[in-house]
């Protein structure tokens, strides 16, 4: 995708060949920096301080971390200590995991010398094949929109909502939610998204607004709770979000906030649709409300805010009343009765089961 009409993915090898290059999206959307990682820990501090985030963007950033690990020793002894320490920086999102598998998959056969290029090559391929699968999912979530625009809404916008980032910065390109907006808009479909801010952490104000409005994407930025309004005067002609790990069954791990979303959705006879790579499935977990882990973030996250001032300095300001206890759950779970689709690479699929399995056997044999 664009910034300012530079094409940018989120991380990318550097010109060396080895150093790895990413977009440090803590400093969004008032500094764009890009941050230079160079060894494995680092790569782990990138995905744990949350430099990089959004379930395909941390396989991504992990994959690169096993290669610079093999890079500065390539023995089986290194490969165990940066699979185990790389897998412990975040504890939901499935594509970490699935990502550092493939990467031992590629290299565990191999001779130490023959690691570190295997390496690097197997992790650019992770990246260049995220990049394809949302472009792929962009294309079915298009004729979504592309209906309602033809039948429902002709010659008239057609109104999206989001929830958090589920856009280019949460996966190597494209997105995951945002990849059929882009492509409607791409296309001259006139398209408008209406972006939840997102708290506690605000990724929808600070890096939704961010890309969309550097790609040119008409979009309004609403506190979470404005998006049941919106649905019962029917300015909102379907949602779509992005998930963390959605279970065998259909259950869909995502940002907190996501059920409310879906309950207002189902409510109001919007169509809820989640957008996911194929690596985002867990075929392990049958019961997503009972079984995904929920991480519970740092209480900082909601008792202070960070902005720039008016004189233009950035700085950070407590809005909670010291000694009050604070519960910060990053993400919650949607029954998949209250889904209306997955939008995948390989085609719109009910929350099901069946539906799942049918079209990716290869990953539910891995179960």
């Not at 309602?148 to 856009?167: F, Q």
């Not at 977990?285 to 740092?298: K, L, S, V």
């Given at each position: 995708?664009?910034?300012?009409?530079?094409?940018?993915?989120?991380?990318?090898?550097?010109?060396?060949?080895?150093?790895?290059?990413?977009?440090?999206?803590?400093?969004?959307?008032?500094?764009?920096?890009?941050?230079?990682?160079?060894?494995?820990?680092?790569?782990?501090?990138?995905?744990?301080?949350?430099?990089?985030?959004?379930?395909?963007?941390?396989?991504?950033?992990?994959?690169?971390?096993?290669?610079?690990?093999?890079?500065?020793?390539?023995s089986d002894a290194?490969?165990?200590?940066?699979?185990?320490?790389?897998?412990?920086?975040?504890?939901?999102?499935?594509?970490?995991?699935?990502?550092?598998?493939?990467?031992?998959?590629?290299?565990?056969?191999?001779?130490?010398?023959?690691?570190?290029?295997?390496?690097?090559?197997?992790?650019?391929?992770?990246?260049?094949?995220?990049?394809?699968?949302?472009?792929?999912?962009?294309?079915?979530?298009?004729?979504?929109?592309?209906?309602?625009?033809?039948?429902?809404?002709?010659?008239?916008?057609?109104?999206?909502?989001?929830?958090?980032?589920?856009?280019?910065?949460?996966?190597?390109?494209?997105?995951?939610?945002?990849?059929?907006?882009?492509?409607?808009?791409?296309?001259?479909?006139?398209?408008?998204?209406?972006?939840?801010?997102?708290?506690?952490?605000?990724?929808?104000?600070?890096?939704?607004?961010?890309?969309?409005?550097?790609?040119?994407?008409?979009?309004?930025?609403?506190?979470?709770?404005?998006?049941?309004?919106?649905?019962?005067?029917?300015?909102?002609?379907?949602?779509?979000?992005?998930?963390?790990?959605?279970?065998a069954n259909g259950?869909?791990?995502?940002?907190?906030?996501?059920?409310?979303?879906?309950?207002?959705?189902?409510?109001?006879?919007?169509?809820?649709?989640?957008?996911?790579?194929?690596?985002?499935?867990?075929?392990?977990?049958?019961?997503?409300?009972?079984?995904?882990?929920?991480?519970?973030?740092?209480?900082?996250?909601?008792?202070?805010l960070t902005g720039?001032?008016?004189?233009?300095?950035?700085?950070?300001?407590?809005?909670?009343?010291?000694?009050?206890?604070?519960?910060?759950?990053?993400?919650?779970?949607?029954?998949?009765?209250?889904?209306?689709?997955?939008?995948?690479?390989?085609?719109?699929?009910?929350?099901?089961?069946?539906?799942?399995?049918?079209?990716?056997?290869?990953?539910?044999?891995?179960?």
């Amino acid at each position: 995708m664009k910034v300012d009409g530079r094409h940018f993915r989120s991380i990318w090898l550097e010109p060396d060949g080895w150093t790895v290059g990413a977009i440090d999206q803590r400093r969004l959307p008032h500094e764009f920096i890009v941050a230079k990682l160079t060894t494995a820990d680092e790569a782990g501090d990138a995905i744990r301080s949350m430099l990089v985030r959004g379930a395909p963007l941390i396989g991504a950033t992990a994959a690169y971390g096993m290669a610079l690990a093999m890079r500065a020793d390539a023995s089986d002894a290194a490969l165990d200590r940066a699979y185990e320490m790389l897998i412990a920086t975040r504890p939901t999102a499935i594509n970490l995991k699935w990502a550092l598998d493939e990467m031992q998959r590629a290299l565990r056969p191999l001779s130490a010398s023959s690691r570190t290029e295997a390496a690097y090559a197997r992790a650019c391929e992770i990246a260049d094949e995220d990049v394809e699968i949302n472009a792929d999912i962009g294309r079915h979530g298009l004729a979504l929109i592309e209906q309602i625009a033809a039948t429902k809404k002709p010659g008239e916008t057609v109104n999206v909502l989001t929830h958090c980032n589920a856009g280019w910065l949460a996966t190597v390109d494209w997105g995951t939610a945002t990849s059929p907006i882009y492509q409607a808009h791409d296309r001259g479909v006139k398209v408008h998204v209406w972006v939840d801010e997102t708290r506690p952490r605000n990724q929808g104000a600070s890096l939704t607004a961010w890309e969309l409005g550097h790609h040119g994407v008409p979009h309004t930025v609403i506190p979470d709770n404005t998006g049941g309004h919106l649905m019962q005067h029917r300015m909102v002609d379907l949602a779509i979000v992005g998930t963390d790990r959605v279970a065998a069954n259909g259950d869909v791990c995502n940002k907190i906030g996501t059920y409310l979303k879906a309950l207002a959705a189902h409510d109001n006879g919007v169509p809820f649709y989640v957008a996911l790579p194929s690596p985002t499935i867990d075929f392990r977990i049958d019961d997503g409300i009972r079984q995904i882990p929920i991480e519970q973030r740092a209480a900082s996250e909601v008792t202070h805010l960070t902005g720039r001032t008016a004189d233009g300095r950035i700085e950070t300001v407590r809005v909670v009343p010291e000694g009050s206890p604070i519960a910060n759950f990053g993400f919650d779970v949607t029954p998949a009765r209250l889904v209306t689709g997955l939008i995948t690479e390989r085609g719109v699929l009910k929350a099901e089961r069946a539906a799942l399995a049918g079209a990716f056997p290869e990953r539910a044999s891995l179960r």
